[in-house]
C-alpha cells in the first residue's frame, strides 16, 4: 500500500507504480488529499500514467497538528480493512508520517522510501516528518550514501537499504520524451518568452513566505532582474502574498500556475537557471543540468552542492542587486555532475528489496 498526498510523492509514485505490473503483487494506492488543488495532484495522474488511486481520503488543508491528526484518523479503517504486507511512505510530509504511525499502531510493516534525508535544521516540519518516519519504519530505503551514512549515524543501519532515488528514473525518462518532441512546450506565464533566456522559479516554504517583509524583499529583488523570472506560485505562496498585500506579478516577476511534471521538466530544460527553495527542483535541476539557486542555508541533497550546480544563499532577502545579478547570470558549471543518485531503476529495486524482507 502507497500512501501519498503531495505533489513530489505523486511523482515517486508514478515510477514505483510502473515497476509493479509483471512482479505478482497487488499495489494499493491511498491518496491523502493533503495537496488538493488540481495543479498540484490530478494534472500528475493523468500526465504520468500513475493509476487512479484506489481510496482517496480528501483531508484537504488545515495546520500541522490537524492535518496529520486528519490523514491518521481517516488511514486507520483503510489499513485494517487491506492489512497490507507493506505500507510504503514517501519523503518528508504530514501524510507520510501520518502514515508510518497508523501502521506502526496496527503492527504492519512500514517502509520509508527517500529515507535518511537530513537538513538538520529542526525548524522545517520536513525535518521533524523525516527523522520520525525513519526512526519508526522496519525498513529504510535510502536514495544516496550520504543517506546511508546520516541513518548508520543514528543507529539504524540495520534497517538500511541503499535503493538509489526513484525521482532519477521518472525525471529521465520525461526528460527523453522532452527532447524527443514527445512533450508539447512548457506553458510559461505570459511575458515569458520559452525562446529567449529566463529564470524559472518556486517559493513556497515558510521561513521565506510568512514574515511579510522577508516575502516582500525576495519579490522585489526577483522584479528587478534583468531576465525574466516564470514564478510558479504555489497555492501557499499566493495565500501568503495576498495576507500580506504583497503583489507577486511585478517587474520581471511573471506569476504562472503549478506546470504538470512534464511541463516542469520542458520549463527547467528551457531555463537559463533556476531559483527556489523546493527540495525537489533542486535535484531535478541537477539531474537537467541547470544552475541552481536556493533560497535556503541548507539542503537535504548536499551532492547538488559539488561543482556549483546548485548555490546555497542564506538569508536572501538581506541580499543586494549585485548577489542577485550573480544569480541571474550564473551559467551551467563545467565540473561532471556523475550519478550519486542512481542509474534511473530505482523503483524495481525498490519492490525486489519489498520482497526480499517480507520475512
Known sequence: MSIVGARPQLVKLAAVAAAFPGTGHEHVIVHTGQHYDADLSDVFFDGLGIPAPDIHLGVGSGSHGVQTGAVLGALDPVMEEHRPDWVLVYGDTNSTLAGAVSAVKLHLRVAHLEAGLRSFNRRMPEEHNRVLTDHAADLLLAPTEEAMRHLAAEGLADRSVLTGDVMVDICLRIRDAVVAGRHARPVLPDGVDPGEPYLLATLHRAENTDDPARLAALVEAMAELPVPVALLAHPRLIARAQQHGIKLDTGAVRVGRPLPYAGLVAAVLGARGVVTDSGGLQKEAYLL????????????????????????????????????????TRTAPDEERGTPYGDGRAAERVIQVLAEHLN
Do not use: H, Y
Open 289 to 328: 543540468g541547470r544552475p541552481c539557486t536556493t533560497l535556503r542555508s541548507e539542503t537535504e541533497w548536499p551532492e547538488t552542492l559539488k561543482g556549483g550546480w546548485n548555490v546555497l544563499a542564506d538569508q536572501p532577502w538581506d541580499f543586494g542587486r549585485d548577489e542577485w545579478n550573480a544569480i541571474a
